[in-house]
């Protein structure tokens, strides 16, 4: 079992950067990562998704060639690098765990949560 903890959000300007991180406990190379976002009133959508080890990648196409997802198994951190954020990344950023190989783009697919960090731009 593997537990993740969400840290980095806050608050930036449109077309500002910022690094949201997942710290691990657990066997964090026996998960392919994944994070999701929830904004006020929606559902819960998928972001981007790694593999065990880091060698295939997945993208929504809202953020496609902004956002790029990124593991270091040996320190057990996940990270998503945001560029030129938009006012409509607003929203609770959750990491999470999976040993789904079937699909990556569901929440059902993943077991194990963080607790979420905000991100909130501006325009």
């Known amino acids: 079992q593997v537990q993740l903890v969400a840290s980095g959000g806050g608050a930036v300007q449109a077309g500002g950067s910022l690094r949201v991180s997942c710290a691990a406990s657990?066997?964090?190379?026996?998960?392919?990562m994944g994070w999701f976002r929830q904004a006020l009133g929606e559902e819960r959508e998928f972001v981007a998704h790694?593999?065990?080890?880091?060698?295939?990648?997945t993208y929504a196409d809202s953020v496609k060639g902004r956002f790029t997802i990124s593991r270091d198994n040996v320190r057990e951190i996940l990270t998503l690098q945001m560029n030129n954020l938009k006012p409509e990344d607003t929203a609770m950023y959750y990491c999470?765990?999976?040993?789904?190989?079937?699909?990556?783009?569901?929440?059902?697919?993943?077991?194990?949560w963080g607790q979420g960090t905000q991100v909130t731009v501006s325009s």
């Open positions: 999470a765990a999976s040993t789904d190989t079937r699909t990556v783009t569901t929440p059902t697919a993943y077991r194990w």
């Open positions: 657990g066997p964090f190379s026996s998960y392919s």
């Open positions: 790694i593999s065990k080890f880091g060698k295939h990648t």
